[in-house]
């Protein structure tokens, strides 16, 4: 709960600070689309991994450093994670599984990136910079065959003993392109987790897990252009 609430103070700060100078403010949504690369012993896990798709969602503040070069921060709700999906046989009756693994993050980028302009309405535009994430809360859901979803927590023990699967402070990069035309901005992106976000005490250090995602982003700028 500590780390929960040092987060939102530096997500605030950051907010607060940057809209005094920011040149635009904005409202981004995108489809995220992650997965997560698995090892044990440094030997890549064969999972039988497929895409996780869902939103993401935020506010973003685009201020000018120098001529074409500018800055992009915000705060922005995400989530990590990927589906699996198996069977299971037992006593003769073969069952398929689907797996869900749902890591939803707060995430605050900081981006530095060069905007080229076209004409007086369209410039294009590419930015890279760090991605400082919290994780407050994941699941894993699942269902068997046609059945409806059910979930489980992702840790193990309770109270004291309650350990959970997974830290809750991760590092990504941004990398980003796009175009911007008016008030709107278009863009691809490329998430991949520098850290290991597997718990020692949960799985040993011998296990590691690093997420990444890509998508799409539309954003809508506010103010005067």
Known sequence: MKSFVKILIVALLTVI????????GGFKI????SNATLKEDGVKVDEDQSLLF?????FYYDGPIYENIFMQTGLYGTVSGFTSKYSETEEGETFEITEKYILLYLEI????????????????????????RFLPYSTLAYKIDDS????????VGEGGDKIEWFKKFDLSLNIEVGVQYDRFQFSFFYNPSML????????GPEATWKNYCFGVNVGILFGEM
């Open 17 to 24: 600070v940057f809209n005094a100078q920011a040149q635009h």
């Open 30 to 33: 995108g489809l995220n689309m």
């Open 54 to 58: 869902s939103p993401r969602v935020g």
């Open 109 to 132: 980028p900081v981006s530095f990136g060069y905007k080229y302009p076209i004409n007086d309405k369209t410039s294009v535009f590419g930015m890279f910079g760090p991605v400082f």
């Open 148 to 155: 409806d979803w059910d979930n489980d927590a992702t840790h």
């Open 196 to 203: 290991d976000i597997l718990n020692d005490d949960f799985m």
